[in-house]
T-cell receptor, first 109, second 113 residues
Framework: GQNIDQPTEMTATEGAIVQINCTYQ??????LFWYQQHAGEAPTFLSY??LDGLEEKGRFSSFLSRSKGYSYLLLKELQMKDSASYLC??????????WGAGTKLIIKP | IAGITQAPTSQILAAGRRMTLRCTQD?????MYWYRQDLGLGLRLIHY???????GKGEVPDGYSVSRANTDDFPLTLASAVPSQTSVYFC????????????FGPGTRLTVL
């Protein structure tokens, strides 16, 4: 079966750094996506990794290790507006996205 | 219009009724998708279309049908709604089907009683 695992909820402090992990077991791999979803809103694209290594985009970075079936999203200099759910998704051998249940990130002042 | 629109925003429906959720995009994207999102579960693909005139079944297609008569529109129909179809439905599109990001509509919150 196909499976994407993420922590259900994490709490962090404004200004700090947080790492959200994602492990996956899928039939084939054609890239991994991270999306942000604020409560009551649609998911929005954050990052895409298809090769091993770190992709940096401003305060957000995403890392991929294909051999370990592992990715993480790193958020630096946390702001209150970063309170949201973060969704990990893997594109499988059929080029369809398999989604994790998401990690709800709570930022405290 | 800029991006993807969905209608209605929300709907309460009696079980057994037929319902069509509308989705329109103006980005001339080839691929379109319908997902449902339920609490504690990831987004689940219902149906998809890689290009106008073609459709395919996703992970949870039973009870739903789609059509793709043109590039812009991708309606989702519930032939006879059941309470287990209570969910938030998101339509999405992407330029292609390889490494392209998916853009999501605002969602339709559907309650079946």
């Amino acid at each position: 079966g196909q499976n994407i695992d993420q922590p259900t909820e994490m709490t962090a402090t404004e200004g700090a750094i947080v790492q959200i992990n994602c492990t996956y077991q899928t039939s084939g791999f054609n890239g991994l996506f991270w999306y942000q979803q604020h409560a009551g809103e649609a998911p929005t694209f954050l990052s895409y990794n298809v090769l091993d290594g770190l992709e940096e985009k401003g305060r957000f970075s995403s890392f991929l290790s294909r051999s370990k079936g592992y990715s993480y999203l790193l958020l630096k200099e946390l702001q209150m507006k970063d309170s949201a759910s973060y969704l990990c998704a893997v594109r499988d051998s059929n080029y369809q996205l398999i989604w994790g249940a998401g990690t709800k990130l709570i930022i405290k002042p | 219009i800029a991006g993807i629109t969905q209608a209605p925003t929300s709907q309460i429906l009696a079980a057994g009724r037929r319902m069509t959720l509308r989705c329109t995009q103006d980005m001339r994207h080839n691929a379109m998708y319908w997902y449902r999102q339920d609490l504690g579960l990831g987004l689940r693909l219902i149906h998809y279309s890689n290009t106008a005139g073609t459709t395919g079944k996703g992970e949870v297609p039973d009870g739903y049908s789609v059509s793709r008569a043109n590039t812009d529109d991708f309606p989702l129909t519930l032939a006879s709604a059941v309470p287990s179809q209570t969910s938030v439905y998101f339509c999405a599109s992407s330029e292609g089907t390889s490494g392209d990001e998916q853009f999501f509509g605002p969602g339709t919150r559907l309650t079946v009683l």
